[in-house]
């Protein structure tokens, strides 16, 4: 059998390069319905970094940045037409797949391929073109599978249901786990249609909570590498180790130095976990396809001394680098992401630590397409969770005081957030709409006489107060409508603290966002007990209903899991090249319209995760209209209808027909 396959997928003799050539000439050949769009991939800004504002920098903006990236958007429509879209029904009866797949693949026009013939045996160790039991007798009969497989024959709804029945058969989540990404290893469609089919069930087991223990013990569990691993013996050479990576259409990044690894601290080379689950999730509730995900650990070394005494730890046996080393290494990284991926390829950083975390997203905000999911993503969830919120409690955001518990990325993150709401709505200053936003942080509440000692990032939020030592007496002294622990320390919403929010407020807002379950900052139960059933409760990390005199009540997640993926996919669908705090505001927008009266009357204040594509088209949509409004789009024109459009764009887990 011919197939065209990737470089590290050679399997049999190759065939010659003027054959290959045609055939993949053939392969690559454009539908008549292609669109087309001007763009110059070489057109980079990196000047445009100039004059960035520290303060600001989380979400790095705003006239400036606008005009910087919109001029920037403008040079890169400007010269070389290249292919921006492929949709599935635009390709029947155009290129074929490898294996003569009836529908386009997601994988189309990827390069360079090269020829070769593959085995039966070879197609069912590929991940992405694996059908198992699924292959029918025709494809057996075509593809040199006979006698490979048992004789019958399955549809893929079957597999999906037989993989349910032994899935739920262990108990353990970590085996859980571990029996999915061995199914992602063995067979990619039919992981992502079990994940999408089963996607509340599932999403506890490939993300948070169990991603985060299969992290700690990620050296024990390891058996196949997934993703790629740069360490500091890569330095010098990063741009090799991309070119490794077999995929090269990349589209998303998810890139983490395991610093900060959800609430659990240094985990060092083991947070791979993390990228890995992230973009599972931009395929199963995005819609980006597999291929074009790309997850990325950098190893700096990990000053986790347990992970360092682990004889089954997989990274790098030093402590962490820092300083010129560890931003020289960062730098290489995001320099070569460019040079081989473009300048719309989007790198989120993913759980790094606060020191690292404002300063990347700072630095690269102006010259890359980069978005901070713990600072901006679960910024834009929780605002959405907000504004759905005030649905129950009534008022504008304006009317509302919030107090955090955590001054970190995702604290700092969400309070200059709602205050851009606010000030938005108002048509006020920001610094105006900071002052009924106060933070706690491990030295109490942060104040201006604190005001030296503080960290740049925390700097906005001193407000004009005597100190305050601890949270209770925060809440006793500011008395917040909105309460929100955001600083990765678990069981720190006291009864006392709860009690108390319970009487100053008719119905008190507490979030409770640090993850994984056991660094929550108090349980669903404790929540609506200590607060008789009052409280509008949410959490980073699920928890189940919870039932209390009588009657049940269902926490709602506020995971950043609701945006990254159909923030992305707007980006991606776009062609945006920078990220703008605009895109987070209408993002959440997007979000919190997608709450119904049935899930407020349940006291739920955001919808279930069972329509997450439906909604994430949505997100994507209002990104992309944003980016399209700011000029920072590179796709054009611009499709008319965006939601349609975001729908058309999504990857199908469905398996194709090999002729
Ligand atoms: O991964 C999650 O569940 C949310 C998140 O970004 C974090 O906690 O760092
Ligand atoms: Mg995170």
């Known amino acids: 059998m011919i197939s065209l396959t990737q470089t590290s997928f050679l399997n049999g003799a190759c065939i010659s390069r003027a054959h290959a050539r045609r055939l993949s000439d053939s392969r690559t050949r454009r539908p008549s319905s292609v669109k087309m769009a001007a763009v110059n991939s070489s057109s980079s800004s990196d000047h445009h970094r100039a004059g960035q504002d520290k303060k600001s920098a989380f979400m790095a903006d705003s006239a400036a940045m606008r005009e910087n990236a919109a001029a920037a958007a403008a ?23 490898v294996y003569g797949e009836d529908a386009a693949t997601e994988d189309q026009f990827v390069t360079p391929w090269t020829l070769s013939v593959a085995s039966g045996y070879t197609l069912l160790r590929d991940p992405n073109h694996n059908k198992g ?104 050479k990063i741009l090799e180790v991309l070119r490794n990576w077999p995929e090269k259409n990349i589209q998303v990044i998810v890139v983490t130095d395991g610093e900060r690894i959800l609430g659990l601290g240094d985990l060092g080379c083991q947070g791979m976990g993390i990228p890995v689950g992230k973009l599972s999730l931009y395929t199963a509730l995005g819609g980006v396809r597999p291929s074009a995900c790309l997850p990325v650990t950098i190893d700096v070394g990990t000053n986790n001394d347990e992970l360092l005494k682990d004889e089954f730890y997989i990274g790098l046996r ?38 690292n975390a404002f300063d990347l997203l700072a630095k690269y905000s102006p010259t890359h397409l980069v978005f901070n999911d713990d600072i901006q993503g679960t910024a834009s969830v929780v605002l959405a969770g907000l504004i759905s919120a005030l649905k129950l409690v009534g008022g504008s955001l304006a009317d509302h005081k919030f107090l955090f518990l955590g001054a970190g990325e995702a604290g700092t993150g969400i309070a200059e957030l709602i205050a851009l709401e606010i000030s938005k709505q108002t048509k006020t200053p920001v610094e105006e709409a900071r002052k009924n936003i106060w933070l706690v942080d491990s030295k109490g509440l942060i104040v201006s006489s604190r005001k030296e000692s503080l960290q740049h990032f925390k700097k906005p939020w001193a407000h004009e107060h005597e100190p305050v030592r601890n949270l209770i007496d925060a809440v006793k002294a500011i008395k917040p409508t909105v309460l929100i622990g955001s600083s990765g320390a678990g069981r720190t919403f006291t009864k006392e603290v709860v009690e108390t929010m319970a009487s100053l407020n008719k119905r008190p807002v507490i979030l409770a966002l640090s993850n994984p379950t056991s660094q929550s900052e108090c349980t ?79 006291g739920l204040i ?54």
Not at 160 to 178: A, E, G, I, T
Not at 191 to 198: A, E, G, H, V
Not at 329 to 338: D, G, I, N, S, Y
Not at 630 to 651: H, W
Request: charged letters at 20%.
């Open 318 to 355: 030093q402590r962490r680098a820092t300083g010129q080393e560890y931003s020289e290494l960062l730098h290489e990284f995001m320099t070569a992401v460019k040079q081989i991926y473009g300048e719309k390829v989007l790198v989120q950083f993913e759980d790094f630590a606060n020191h």
């Open 75 to 97: 040079a890169a429509s400007s010269s070389t037409p290249v292919v921006v879209e492929e949709k599935e029904s635009t390709m029947a009866g155009g290129a074929r797949d």
């Open 133 to 236: 039991l699924a292959f029918t007798e025709k494809e057996r009969d075509a593809h040199y599978l006979r006698g490979l497989l048992p004789p019958t024959v399955v549809s893929q709804e079957l597999q999906v249901k037989k993989m349910m029945h032994s899935f739920r058969k262990y108990q353990v989540p970590l085996q859980r786990y571990m029996a999915l990404m061995e199914l992602q290893e063995g067979n990619s469609k039919l992981f992502y249609k079990l994940l999408i089919d089963n996607v509340e069930e599932l999403l506890p087991v490939v993300y948070t909570p169990t991603v985060g223990e299969a992290c700690q013990k990620y050296g024990s569990i390891f058996r196949r590498p997934q993703g790629l691993f740069i360490s500091l013996r890569e330095k010098g």
């Open 524 to 602: 669903a139960e404790q929540a609506y007990t200590w607060s008789q059933g009052r409280a509008i409760f949410a959490s980073g990390s699920p928890f189940p209903a919870v039932e209390f005199e009588g009657k049940t009540f269902t926490p709602g997640q506020a995971n950043n899991a609701y945006i990254f993926p159909g923030f992305g996919l707007g980006l991606i669908m776009s062609g945006a090249i920078r990220v703008h705090d605009d895109m987070l505001l209408a993002a959440s927008e997007a979000l919190a319209s997608q709450v119904t009266e049935e899930n407020y009357k349940k």
């Open 606 to 659: 955001y919808p279930p995760f069972t329509n997450i594509r439906k909604i994430s088209a949505r997100i994507a949509a209002a990104v992309a209209a944003k980016a399209y409004e700011l000029g920072m789009a590179t796709r054009l024109p611009q499709p008319q209808d965006l939601v349609k459009y975001a729908e058309s764009c999504m990857y199908s887990p469905s398996y194709r027909n090999y002729r």
